[in-house]
């Protein structure tokens, strides 16, 4: 037997980490995909800067969450795709939050609608995007994901997105993601991460003020997706329980 192998994974550890309210709050926080400094990450929590330190302590040995220092600043992301896989499948088996205000429903129903799964996108617009993809033969499947088609190619340069750069990650190139609040698959991967991130850039979606990990379409981006997958970027698509969704 291999000195490397060993009998089992140890998830009582990770869950000891994840499975408090404040670090959790953090993850979630981080599931934008962007870094975040220590401050932002404690008014997300609505915890003080000594607790806030602790944590992010705990979050970092457990190497569910990285550091860069630039500067005089220090800022925190999660340390990988796997991570942020890994807290998209929990919210499978997660019992949601009781919403108890305005505000509470508001953020679900955004969540609902649009919002990043660590770096790519997810929610009724993630799915769309996903079946666009794969019912127009833009992308098909391919061991151990998805593989683009040459009118996808074109698809993808048309938009802007470099289908050879996001090959060249060194990280699954384009999967499957079961998204939590659709119950279906979204896309993720490098493809994924690098046409969510041109979606943003071309202004067709924004973030949702101090919430890290919601996302809006915009007016230019409802004009623009209506020609991608229309019912996804409009009024007219309803939340999970009858509610409309938030444009």
Same mark, same amino acid.
């Given at each position: 037997? /291999?000195?490397?192998?060993?009998?089992?994974?140890?998830?009582?550890?990770?869950?000891?980490?994840?499975?408090?309210?404040?670090?959790?709050?953090?993850?979630?926080? #981080?599931?934008? $995909?962007?870094?975040?400094?220590?401050?932002?990450?404690?008014?997300?929590?609505?915890? $003080?800067?000594?607790?806030?330190?602790?944590?992010?302590?705990?979050?970092?040995?457990?190497?569910?969450?990285?550091?860069?220092?630039?500067?005089?600043?220090?800022?925190?992301?999660?340390?990988?795709?796997?991570? $942020?896989?890994?807290?998209?499948? #929990?919210?499978?088996?997660?019992?949601?939050?009781?919403?108890?205000?305005?505000?509470? /429903?508001?953020?679900?129903?955004?969540?609902?609608?649009?919002?990043?799964?660590?770096?790519?996108?997810? $929610?009724?617009?993630?799915?769309?995007?996903?079946?666009? #993809?794969?019912?127009?033969?833009?992308?098909?499947?391919?061991?151990?994901?998805?593989?683009?088609? =040459? =009118?996808?190619?074109?698809?993808?340069?048309?938009?802007?997105?470099?289908?050879?750069?996001?090959?060249?990650?060194?990280?699954?190139?384009?999967?499957?993601?079961?998204?939590?609040?659709?119950?279906?698959?979204?896309?993720?991967?490098?493809?994924?991460?690098?046409?969510?991130?041109?979606?943003?850039?071309?202004?067709?979606?924004?973030?949702?003020?101090?919430?890290?990990?919601?996302?809006?379409?915009?007016?230019?981006?409802?004009?623009? #997706?209506?020609?991608?997958?229309?019912?996804?970027?409009?009024?007219?698509? /309803?939340? =999970?329980?009858?509610?409309?969704?938030?444009?």
């Amino acid at each position: 037997m /291999s000195s490397h192998a060993t009998a089992d994974v140890d998830l009582a550890a990770v869950a000891a980490v994840i499975g408090e309210p404040s670090r959790a709050a953090m993850l979630d926080a #981080l599931m934008s $995909g962007r870094a975040l400094t220590a401050g932002e990450l404690g008014r997300a929590a609505g915890i $003080g800067r000594s607790a806030t330190s602790e944590h992010l302590a705990r979050l970092v040995a457990g190497g569910l969450v990285e550091v860069t220092v630039q500067g005089r600043h220090r800022y925190h992301r999660l340390s990988g795709p796997a991570v $942020g896989h890994a807290l998209e499948a #929990l919210s499978h088996i997660a019992p949601p939050k009781r919403v108890t205000s305005l505000k509470d /429903s508001s953020r679900a129903r955004s969540l609902w609608l649009a919002r990043t799964c660590y770096d790519h996108l997810a $929610g009724a617009c993630g799915v769309a995007l996903h079946d666009l #993809l794969l019912d127009g033969g833009l992308v098909v499947a391919a061991s151990p994901g998805y593989a683009v088609t =040459p =009118p996808g190619e074109e698809w993808f340069a048309d938009l802007g997105v470099d289908v050879a750069a996001a090959r060249s990650r060194r990280r699954s190139f384009a999967r499957p993601c079961l998204d939590w609040t659709e119950r279906r698959p979204h896309l993720a991967g490098a493809l994924a991460a690098a046409t969510t991130a041109r979606l943003l850039d071309l202004g067709w979606f924004a973030r949702r003020g101090d919430d890290t990990r919601a996302l809006r379409v915009t007016d230019a981006g409802r004009v623009a #997706l209506d020609g991608l997958w229309g019912r996804a970027a409009g009024d007219g698509l /309803s939340a =999970p329980g009858g509610a409309r969704a938030a444009g």
